[in-house]
């Protein structure tokens, strides 16, 4: 069931941004969600607003689809990384709690208040129980959209693979975690959390002729070579974070 909110809980959007949605028909999150499968540079173009201005408000209206988090929760996570409630769904608790508390430290004009860490992890529990219940598209999506879940991939392949006991993430343990003291492994971990941005952000795109319309991005996630593969309609196919 879809959470539907007024559009003043989006705390990204300006008053007049605010007005220009409504002018084009979209005057709550369900709405701006579903206006933007269509294309965020389109609906962005449509209603005059910048584009950077609709992918943060619909980060946060995908957020606010979490039962139980706030609009300041929702400002709070997309400010530090979490893009959208199957990327939240995907998060170590104990690492994004790191990760929030860094958000904060940097950034002490804005008086954070943090959930506690046994609040984290119950919305990390009702992000999966959407995530479950969300049926699997099959509309193609763009080069924005296939970004934004080559990064939802990534975090889930850090905590699911990487620094767990998967042993697909053996060599990347032995390599990279084995010479630390456990104790500095969070701290890694939240490391290549935040840096997900940036693969995202600056990876190359390519195509892999044996998976048509897919989108193959490569690039380095903690200094690492690290590729992402998603097929057309946005389900990840292959992440790999190479020891080089």
Known sequence: MTITKS??????????????LKKIGIKDTASLLAAA??????????????????REAVNRADLLQVKGLSA???????????????ELAHRNAAALRKVLEKFSKDHPELNVHLPSPKTIG??????????????????????TQARELAGEALHSHIDKVLFSED??????????????PKEEWPKVQQQMHADV?????????STDESVPGSYWFSGRLFQLYTEVKLDKTGKALNAYVEID
Request: hydrophobic share 40%; proline share 4%.
């Open 7 to 20: 559009l003043t809980n989006i705390r990204s959007l300006t008053t007049a941004e605010r007005t220009a």
């Open 37 to 54: 499968k269509s294309g965020e540079k389109a609906l962005a173009s449509k209603a005059g607003i910048s584009s950077d201005s609709v």
């Open 72 to 86: 300041s929760r929702a400002d709070l996570f997309e400010n530090a990384g979490v893009n959208s409630a199957t």
């Open 122 to 143: 119950s919305l990390i529990d009702k992000a999966k129980s959407l995530e479950v219940v969300t049926p699997p598209s099959t509309t193609p999506i763009d080069e």
């Open 167 to 180: 042993p697909a993430g053996k060599s990347f343990r032995d390599a990279i975690l084995g010479w630390r």
């Open 197 to 205: 941005a940036n693969f995202v952000k600056n990876a190359e795109l």
